[in-house]
Antibody, heavy 118, light 110 residues
Framework: EVQLVESGGDLVQPGGSLRLSCAVSGFNVSDNYISWVRQAPGKGLEWVSVIYRGGSTYYGASVKGRFIISRHNSKNTVFLQMNSLKPEDTAVYYC????????????WGQGTLVTVSS | QSVLTQPPSASGTPGQRVTISCSGSSSNIGSNIVNWYQQLPGTAPKLLIY???LRSSGVPDRFSGSKSGTSASLAISGLQSDDEADYYC???????????FGGGTRLTVL
């Protein structure tokens, strides 16, 4: 059974940093494409980042230069390092597996809440 | 403001058919596959329709998707109270090199 479990969400001050984790079971992260998608309170979905099977990484315009996606193959976990956090980064962050051929997210985690506030 | 445009709300009575539209451009819907997600209150999104018109595993055939040019639509027939949710279209955008979502449509079953 495929499972994605996010953790690491917390309350952090503006300008601070936080690292989110996405622990995967049921497939190898090294063989797949994993994304982060966020949802601000009461708002819609926003794609944040993706790490490709080959290791390439891509980011949405609003987080480029501040967030870094990475993975630890032996732990089968994907991370999102978030730096220079802003209040507008407040959201539930979901990790999801991306089927690159059809560009859809077939499996999602339950999400972890990040609140950026002083 | 989202790259893909959806109506913010839609409604229908039980048994009715409703349609949700999703409008984009040549760099996204016009050249790539459209997918639809359903998000029930307080839960993570779930893949509903992929590759424009294919139902994800376990999705009843009351749900259907279509695409024409730079627009797509999701149709739900035989509306049920369980269908009350937010619905999002999504597509790969060649200019942004990432996935873009519509703003979402909240479906209310009256």
């Amino acid at each position: 059974e495929v499972q994605l479990v996010e953790s690491g969400g917390d309350l952090v001050q503006p300008g601070g940093s936080l690292r989110l984790s996405c622990a995967v079971s049921g497939f190898n992260v090294s063989d797949n494409y994993i994304s982060w998608v966020r949802q601000a309170p009461g708002k819609g979905l926003e794609w944040v980042s993706v790490i490709y099977r080959g290791g390439s990484t891509y980011y949405g315009a609003s987080v480029k230069g501040r967030f870094i996606i990475s993975r630890h193959n032996s732990k089968n976990t994907v991370f999102l390092q978030m730096n220079s956090l802003k209040p507008e980064d407040t959201a539930v962050y979901y990790c999801a597996s991306l089927r690159i051929a059809v560009a859809d997210f077939d499996y999602w985690g339950q999400g972890t809440l990040v609140t950026v506030s002083s | 403001q989202s790259v893909l445009t959806q109506p913010p709300s839609a409604s229908g009575t039980p048994g009715q058919r409703v349609t949700i539209s999703c409008s984009g451009s040549s760099s996204n819907i016009g050249s790539n596959i459209v997918n639809w997600y359903q998000q029930l209150p307080g839960t993570a999104p779930k893949l509903l329709i992929y590759s424009n018109n294919l139902r994800s595993s376990g999705v009843p055939d009351r749900f259907s998707g279509s695409k024409s040019g730079t627009s797509a639509s999701l149709a739900i027939s035989g509306l049920q109270s369980d269908d009350e949710a937010d619905y999002y279209c999504a597509v790969w955008d060649d200019k942004l090199n990432g996935v873009v979502f519509g703003g979402g449509t909240r479906l209310t079953v009256l």
